[in-house]
């Protein structure tokens, strides 16, 4: 009266053409349909830019055999930059021309005036941060960077999980998921392109692993209490990030310290030239911060009304004439109306 499990699938295999069981033999079965959606979702698993985008944009780059070898040149670095971090900066295409002009326009951002309680608790909390982490770092820029960025990685974590599980539970949307993973994931790339270009000693790690530990609790169960007042503070760090990557800067031109060559995981990161130093890779990395400083001053802002609406950024040192192409206007409208654009 009952089959057994053998009998049943030797039943389900016998007739592959059997319409009676499409659904059962697709689930035992790949079609060459499903093997091309499975090399779609392997490619979408590491990268958030859509597949669509990108052919469509090489579809139109085919169509415009009158670019230049400038705008050919943009066209090629951003398609063929890493797609594991792709969307989680701006600055994927750093030329020395481009490089130029975030020097040449480079603006201090805003400094954020604390208002309410919780805005002066935010700004109080991290200038003592600042003072304690100057005893021990001082003018050691890179060793410094490199517990800065363990910090830093930690509150768009913070915040993007506890987002995420929030979205989960009320099922309603948010806007700034992704922006925030991304945070993170810029941060620890500044964190590994510091390790490579110095060695941290044991107590430097020990320090660093401490200082992570009590940072990350900390700030996740200030998240739970005040999501506002985190954001807010870490507008505040990110501001103190750009000023100390511009003291950096200062004293490699002043010959303090040694403009030694960029490590090739930055080089490939922000696609910088192959001959970029470490100022160069400072340069950059301060436009990060910039970022940063913005997008999370901007939600607290949201947050005292009630908005989630998306943040969007873009990279105006590449809308310049001579490296602008249609291609590229395409992609930025495309990219306003997505609801996630990167840091």
């Known amino acids: 009266m009952f089959l057994s499990t053998k009998t049943l699938t030797k039943c389900l295999l016998a007739k592959p053409n059997n319409q009676s069981l499409p659904f059962v033999y697709g689930l035992i079965t790949s079609s060459p349909s499903s093997n091309n959606q499975l090399k779609f979702n392997n490619i979408r698993f590491y990268s958030s830019t859509s597949i669509t985008n990108n052919n469509s944009n090489k579809n139109n ?53 604390p208002i309410t309680v919780s805005d002066k608790l935010a700004c109080y909390s991290v200038k003592f941060l600042r003072k304690f982490s100057n005893l021990f770092f001082r ?70 692993a401490v200082v992570q530990g009590i940072y990350w609790n900390l700030f996740l169960a200030c998240y739970l209490i005040s999501p506002k007042t985190c954001h807010r503070a870490t507008g505040y760090l990110e501001a103190e990030a750009v000023i100390s990557y511009t003291n950096f800067l200062r004293d490699i031109d002043a010959g303090l310290v040694k403009n030694i060559k960029a490590p090739p995981i930055a080089i490939e990161y922000w696609g910088l030239p192959k001959d970029a130093s470490l100022r160069d890779l400072i340069l950059v990395i301060r436009q990060d911060e910039v970022d940063h400083h913005d997008v999370n001053h901007e939600i607290s802002d949201k947050i005292s009304l009630k908005n989630n609406d998306p943040i969007l950024l873009h990279n105006h040192f590449i809308e310049h004439p001579t490296t602008t192409t249609k291609v590229e206007k395409s992609t930025k409208t495309n990219n306003q109306q997505s609801p996630n654009p990167a840091v």
């Open 61 to 113: 780059n085919n169509n415009n055999n009158d670019d230049d070898e400038n705008q050919k040149r943009l066209y090629d670095a951003k398609n063929n930059s890493p797609v594991y971090h792709q969307n989680s900066t701006l600055y994927s295409y750093t030329p020395r021309e481009v490089l130029q002009r975030i020097e040449k326009e480079f603006k201090m951002p805003p400094v954020y005036q």
């Open 139 to 208: 003018e050691k820029y890179i060793h410094y960077a490199l517990l800065l960025e363990t910090i830093a990685a930690i509150p768009g974590l913070v915040a993007g999980a506890l987002i995420h599980l929030k979205v989960l539970r009320t099922m309603e949307n948010n806007n700034w998921i992704k922006i925030l993973l991304d945070e993170s994931e810029n941060e620890r790339m500044h964190l590994l392109s510091f390790i490579q270009l110095t060695k941290p000693s044991l107590w430097e790690r020990g320090l660093v």
